[in-house]
């Protein structure tokens, strides 16, 4: 969470002119999203979130986040809107940088979420793949297996540091993984990032998704299986399986899961934990100098991914 | 600009059951004001900032700050007001600190004044002092000249680290500023720390006041020299007496300055600016360990030191 860039007032007056939303009544710097600066703004016209794309964004990606932010909200799941400018580009540069303006959704993300929000995340998720199911756009998923791999690779000289033996432990997981990794399931748009921080709430039940920034075409269970390792895990690292059951019903009760798709959950919840163990292992070990964000402790996917290897079928996650 | 404080989900609803403000329906941290964490909070009821009292505020004094919000927006001056809990009292507790929830001020803020700027602050703060004469609270100016004084001697073995000279330099303006330091002109509370970040603009004219934790009693004429050091020096240093004289003929469009404050303006331009030196000096050569804001370079206050050192009257700022 930080505001990387200062944005002065005649650039953002410059920015401001190619649209059309009246006169400007609030501005302020938010702690949101670590990839990119987010600014609170609001105009006569309504309420925004004005994000400035930092380096680790792909400009080139951009066009498909915005079409997928317009195609989701118009097909089941709400979510912030891009905001069209005066020629109808939905882009601009701000500070050197790839800007945005998106609508403000209303809403507020739980840090410790129950069952029941669990439940409301499954159903609006599956209804999120229902979604993505007919959108056009692809965007190739560069984290993963083959993009563990290269991650992996990086920290295994220094991974022990972390703890001892996990550079052999890591290793054979991934080798386990790329041998068991299914190919042939469901595929479609997935977000790829919906961490509590991605999702709001409103009186308890789901009231969108943001933060697109990741959203990559793969397969749509594991996409189902980064939730349930993002939301139904206790802060002692424990597993809790009526929260898991909660999300996975929900989804079901939507989305169906296929027997293949049942059968293949417990490698692609392992191969979630490694993805997200890769990437923080390989930020705890390289942070940069001065950095104001403090990296995850990766620690915390290890005990995941243990979890997983002893899963021998979806019962584990209360799959029927 | 610094969120401190995480607000876990079960502490925020708790402390929000103290208000009669319906659902909750944002709630993001916001990168404003050094002191204290502050986030955006919205219900259904409204829009409002959360402030959680960090260490540097004295909670004692967080009664006399609270009365005058109140005070002041209703004798002239918009301000964010402190809200009142179903038992009445403005402050509860969150996480451990005191806070309050206080209503969102619509406006924006400048970081690069222009004259016009400078002429709405004017009149808006000679408003201000004109409601603040009759505000019944008080609160000691505890960084006045003593306290400077005791400031600056804990920095003086290493001042000369950050220029050379500095330490000496120092001493002898201190000595001069103690020696001319007036006593017996109009007082009242002054905000004392009203620099660009805390005044809030729509349409280019000022849409109210923020910030208040640092007001305190002392001479008004002090306070509009703050106001002059932080609004009419350029990028480059230069003194923009094109600025200044918009900034104090309004202010006496409003309320006319004394011939004993305009002989004395020299000196207390002068004071302010060893106010704000022996502060940022103070926080130069005493950096926190793994300090996540970046301390405020004091040289620009040293070269405000040496103009106002130089100036023998208030017409040097514009004033005839």
Redesign the interface.
């Given at each position: 969470?930080a505001?990387y860039t200062d944005v002065?007032?005649?650039a953002l007056a410059a920015f401001l002119a190619h649209f059309d939303l009246g006169?400007?009544?609030?501005?302020?710097?938010?702690?949101?999203g670590v990839e990119n600066s987010n600014f609170?703004l609001?105009t006569t016209a309504g309420r925004f979130i004005l994000t400035l794309y930092e380096k680790r964004v792909d400009v080139a990606d951009l066009p498909f986040f915005m079409n997928l932010m317009e195609h989701v909200a118009r097909n089941g799941v709400a979510c912030p809107q891009p905001v069209a400018r005066k020629d109808g580009a939905v882009l601009g540069t701000l500070c050197g940088r790839p800007a945005a303006l998106i609508t403000?959704l209303?809403?507020?993300s739980?840090?410790?979420p129950s069952a029941s929000h669990c439940r409301s995340l499954g159903a609006a998720l599956a209804r999120f793949h229902q979604a993505t199911e007919r959108f056009e756009g692809t965007r190739r998923n560069a984290l993963s297996v083959a993009g563990w791999r290269v991650l992996l690779d990086q920290s295994l000289p220094r991974a022990d540091t972390v703890a001892d033996g996990l550079a052999a432990e890591m290793s054979g997981d991934l080798d386990d993984i790329a041998r068991l990794w299914p190919r042939d399931l469901p595929q479609g748009v997935i977000h790829a990032d919906l961490f509590p921080d991605n999702v709001f709430f409103?009186?308890g039940e789901v009231s969108g998704f943001i933060d697109f920034y990741f959203a990559c075409n793969d397969m749509l269970a594991y996409d189902l299986m980064i939730c349930m390792n993002a939301w139904c895990f206790e802060p002692d690292h424990a597993f809790n399986v009526t929260k898991a059951k909660a999300l996975l019903d929900a989804y079901q009760a939507v989305r169906p899961l296929s027997e293949a798709e049942r059968m293949a959950l417990p490698v692609l919840a392992r191969g979630a934990a490694m993805r997200f163990l890769v990437t923080r292992l390989y930020d705890w070990l390289n942070v940069p100098e001065g950095a104001?964000v403090t990296p995850k402790d990766p620690m915390e996917y290890v005990r995941k991914l243990r979890f997983h290897r002893s899963v021998t079928s979806a019962r584990a996650y209360g799959v029927a």
């Open positions: 969470m505001v002065p007032d005649d006169e400007l009544t609030a501005f302020k710097g938010i702690a949101e609170y609001a403000f209303d809403g507020v739980v840090r410790r409103l009186a104001l």
